[in-house]
């Protein structure tokens, strides 16, 4: 079932896409426009996708459920709670609420570990690039 | 006794006196400094990658700031886009609290004229110094059907054989405009080789997969040591010191159109507090009058433009700049 | 000999006590830097540029270039401990690498990478010293129509490497050649599916790309399966590679150190291409492929010492030309100017002090990173002891400052996001990934030489058959094609 819909998707994908392409522009007169490689490609994915839709399935893939569901999804929160929080709260204060999260939703760890983890891993971190490297890690409203 | 007293506190007075005393570049700007600025380093932003040439300028002038003022200045590339994704980022989401310099190129202004589209203009930018001039240079290999020929033979040669002499160009930028001037005022017709930057276009020049290629000084500096390249003209105002046998552009076609200058100058965004953009601009113009820092620049083969340097109105004059360059983008059709 | 006395020189430049503390600092540096996901030398070389400031030329260049050929020691570390690569050339390490640690065998993968690095590393310095200013001659030579060869080979090799569904492979070429599409188009400046984004503007950032296809899909599928003593090998099985695996690797080692120096000269080339190409190529030629991608040693031995000659490979054009190949020698060319000198044709001529002292310093930085990372190999191993639950946050938080570390663009950790995601549901689906990322890697600079080609050549396609380089190259892909195909119809009754 995932895989048909995968394959629907790399058809109606790679279509979209050629059509984008095409209205960059095919050929030129100095050779090939913006639009052909990408037109090329895309046509390429269309067209595995419909070859792997006409070819008899094979087993179904198992897909995470119940514990292991809960942990792939806790792992992709803690990474958007990064990549969201990171311009506004600055890296540590994200990381340390990150790394909780991580370590208690994911992990089960008690409380003492997970802070003390946190505090430990995202102080080395901070220290290691921003003091050691020098680079610039984005800073929270309060300065670090 | 009170003679000698009275001599002694003379001697003193005279000698702590402006006359007397030698200033201290580092001493005036620590009184500039704000009350709890800076308490964090300072970003000098570079929207190209580093190694380039715009990069070793601005690192170079960290330098020379970081020992004029103690403050902790760390250089960050923000990379992509031909520049944009720099431009974008300080022009839109740096934070105007005087941590964000950019050390950036009047190539700013194509961006904020051409592909912005609404969302910043290069007046969004605050500049504070100017750091240098480098002017575009066309170079012709030493090998080759074209050696020895002058910029206006070779001009002369695209009109006879119109689509074979090969010029490397970066596409979208002033590598491509004026050679738009260039065959619109001479009929010459070039074949363009399109590459990511100037450098790419002289390495090709020597591999003999270009005829001509355009860079800055600090591009070819070696192959011209070597013997391997021929510089031909130059697109700016005067010749340059350096190479004072390089005819200027507008000396070869009595023109004085061919004016094409990257200007490098540091910036902050708009709305930073006026006594730290002070500071900052103080410290930046403190380092470019440090003797060593001019050494430096000189050897990249830079320029530094009178006009900008004695600058009354730095802001004022730069968009003086850009409003030519705008011109040229209404007269050509680039812009409505 | 001139190479000799030059060499000579080096080491009389190179053997003082700062100098080679620099040196050993540096390969310290970069090993660590190469261990740390996603943090490569480029991001360590800009950090650290600075620092080179006070810093005599030489010393300050023996630190940097011991930096770049150190990184590749080290990451084939979490490649083979993690299945995460250390950076982006470490990729392939992570296919057989793995595999091999979790048959017990991490000890063995570990000293084949260090062994295999340090005989190309060695080669590949040998080579420069005696043959720089030539091949430099000829590099220059490369013009787009023989970079357009060189990147058909390499896409063609790709199909080599695909396992699995050939289809699907093919499918996962096509969809890198497209992520490469993104941004400007190099040729006319136009944008390209950026769809009025800034960001998407600068296109999409490579190491983002390979750390969440690898490292975060990774991530991803342990913790899926994980329980609370999950280790990530039960068992060490001996610590040191066995006669068995010297016979496998040392023909993929020589081969990779040829092939990969090959590789280092040409723009575009470097590390990553080579490492990928070695695994093509060793997969093509063994005697029973099906071992790869299951633990086969040849699979570490070859890219390991691949991507470390690409290093020697790709110093020679900037250091006796001025021409940079890749942007972590773009850098060290910075790093020159900085310092007031020039490099160009003149250099070696007029700096004999500093070529010849980079070179000497290579000899002994090779030295130090081998007596480094040998014993480091007891070390490394014991971390498979660290129960996955603990050490999988620490490493999630090490891939985010790594991806961050390109451009300091916080963007791209939502583009490492969206392919960790992508490469789990993908590998759950049976689709190879490495065809993604190669695609990627080489189809802007095929695109952009064939255009440029074009353009420059005033008979169009006809040029790419005039330049006999060229020709040859494309001769060779076409051939290699065919031959892939047989391969595949006959040992598969199909296209799969």
């Known amino acids: ?144 | ?336 | 000999m001139e190479a000799v006395n030059g060499l000579l020189t080096g080491f009389g430049v190179i053997l003082t006590p700062s100098n080679l503390y620099l040196c050993f600092l540096g390969s310290l540096i970069g090993t660590l830097v190469g261990v740390l996901p996603g943090v490569g030398p480029l991001a360590a070389l800009a950090l650290l540029l600075p620092v080179t400031f006070t810093l005599s030329p030489v010393g300050g260049l023996v630190m940097l270039s011991s930096i770049f050929y150190g990184a590749m020691y080290g990451g084939s570390t979490t490649s083979i401990l993690l299945n995460i690569p250390g950076e982006a050339a470490s990729v392939v390490t992570c296919f057989d690498g793995h595999q091999m640690a979790r048959q017990g065998r991490a000890g063995p993968a570990l000293g084949i990478a260090a062994i295999g690095s340090f005989i190309a590393g060695t080669l590949g310095v040998i080579i420069m010293t005696f043959f720089a200013p030539a091949i430099a001659a000829v590099a220059i030579r490369f013009g787009p129509p023989e970079n357009f060869a060189l990147m058909v080979l390499g896409l063609v090799c790709t199909l080599f490497m695909i396992s699995g569904s050939t289809i699907k492979g093919v499918l996962m070429m096509a969809l890198g050649c497209l992520t490469a599409a993104v941004g400007l188009d190099v040729v006319n400046g136009r944008e390209r599916y950026t769809f009025g984004s800034v960001d998407l503007s600068g296109g999409i950032e490579l190491l983002a790309v390979v750390i969440g296809l690898f490292g975060i899909a990774e991530i991803l599928s342990n913790v899926e399966t994980m329980a609370k003593t999950t280790l990530l090998a039960d068992r060490i099985r001996g610590l040191w590679p066995t006669l068995a695996d010297w016979r496998a690797s040392w023909r993929p080692i020589l081969r990779g150190s040829g092939l990969g120096f090959l590789l280092g000269l040409v723009p575009g080339g470097g590390p990553v291409t080579a490492a990928f190409m070695s695994y093509a190529l060793e997969k093509r030629i063994a005697a029973q492929p099906e071992r790869f991608g299951k633990g086969a040693i040849e699979g570490v031995a070859g890219p390991e010492s691949a991507n470390n000659s690409a290093v020697a490979g790709s110093l020679i054009p900037v250091l006796s030309l001025g021409i940079p190949s890749n942007p972590v020698t773009a850098l060290l060319l910075g790093a020159l100017i900085i310092q007031g000198i020039q490099p160009g044709p003149l250099f070696i001529a007029q700096r004999p002090d500093l070529f010849w002292g980079i070179v000497a310093s290579m000899y002994i930085g090779n030295v130090f990173l081998l007596l480094l990372n040998l014993p480091l190999v007891g070390l490394w191993v014991q971390f498979l002891r660290i129960p996955y639950r603990v050490m999988f946050p620490v490493v999630l938080l090490l891939c985010v400052v790594g991806t961050y570390s390109a451009n300091k663009n916080v963007f791209d950790l939502w583009v490492m996001l969206g392919f960790g995601v992508g490469g789990y549901v993908l590998r759950k689906l049976e689709y190879d990934l490495a065809p993604f990322v190669i695609a990627f890697v080489l189809a802007p600079l095929l695109e952009q030489s064939l255009r440029q080609s074009l353009v420059m050549s005033p008979d169009g396609a006809m040029i790419l058959i005039k330049r006999p380089v060229a020709a040859v190259l494309l001769a060779a892909s076409a051939v290699l094609t065919y031959l892939m195909f047989r391969r595949r119809t006959k040992n598969e009754g199909g296209l799969s």
């Open chain 1, 1 to 144: 079932m995932f895989e048909r819909t995968l394959n629907v998707f790399w058809i109606v994908f790679g279509a979209a896409s050629a059509v984008y392409a095409w209205s960059l522009g095919m050929v030129g007169p100095a050779g090939p426009e913006s639009g052909l490689f990408p037109f090329i490609a895309s046509v390429i994915v269309s067209g595995a996708g419909i070859i792997l839709l006409l070819r008899p399935s094979s087993a179904a893939p198992d897909f995470p459920r119940g514990g292991g569901l809960w942990r792939v999804l806790g792992v992709i929160a803690g990474l958007v709670v990064m990549a969201a929080g990171m311009p506004y709260l600055g890296f540590s204060v994200t990381s340390f609420i990150t790394m909780i999260i991580l370590l208690r939703a994911v992990d089960q760890s008690s409380w003492l570990t997970a802070v003390s983890l946190a505090f430990i891993s995202t102080a080395s971190v901070f220290w290691l690039f921003g003091q050691m490297l020098g680079m610039a890690l984005p800073r929270g409203p309060w300065g670090w």
């Open chain 2, 1 to 336: 006794m009170k003679w000698a007293g009275i001599a002694y506190a003379l001697v003193i007075a005279l000698l702590s006196t402006p006359a007397g005393a030698q200033s201290d570049p580092k001493a005036e700007l620590a009184k500039l400094k704000p009350k709890d600025f800076p308490t964090q380093p300072i970003e000098f932003t570079v929207v190209y990658p580093a190694g380039g040439g715009m990069d070793v300028s601005a690192r170079l002038l960290a330098k020379t700031v970081e020992n004029l003022s103690g403050d902790r200045i760390i250089v960050n590339n923000r990379t992509g886009g031909a520049g944009m994704v720099g431009h974008s980022y300080l022009a839109t989401q740096a934070k105007p609290d005087g941590y964000t310099v950019g050390v950036i190129a009047s190539l700013l202004w194509g961006d904020a004229m051409l592909r912005a589209q609404g969302r910043w203009a290069y007046t969004d930018l605050e500049p504070i110094a100017y750091v240098n001039s480098d002017a575009l240079i066309w170079v012709g290999s030493t090998e080759g059907p074209y050696k020895g020929m002058s910029i206006k033979d070779i001009v002369n040669a695209a009109k006879e054989k119109p689509n074979t002499i090969r010029v490397a160009i970066v596409p979208g930028s002033m590598w491509e405009y004026i050679l738009d001037q260039i065959e619109a005022n001479s009929g010459a017709k070039f074949l363009r080789v399109p590459f990511q930057g100037g450098g790419a276009g002289i390495t090709a020049l020597i591999g003999g997969n270009v005829d001509i290629a355009q860079g800055f000084f600090s591009e070819f500096r070696g192959y011209l040591e070597g013997g391997k390249v021929a510089p031909l003209a130059v697109a700016s105002g005067s010749r340059m010191d350096f190479l004072k046998d390089m005819p200027t552009f507008n000396e070869a076609f009595g023109s004085n159109e061919y004016l094409w200058q990257l200007v490098r100058y540091a910036v902050v965004p708009k709305g930073t507090p006026a006594d730290r953009k002070a500071y900052l601009a103080a410290a930046v113009q403190a380092a470019m009058k440090d003797p060593e820092l001019i050494a430096e620049y000189r050897k990249q083969g830079v320029f530094f433009d009178p006009k900008l340097q004695n600058s009354k109105d730095l802001a004022a004059d730069l968009n003086a700049y850009a409003d030519v360059e705008r011109q040229f983008y209404v007269k050509t059709g680039r812009l409505k």
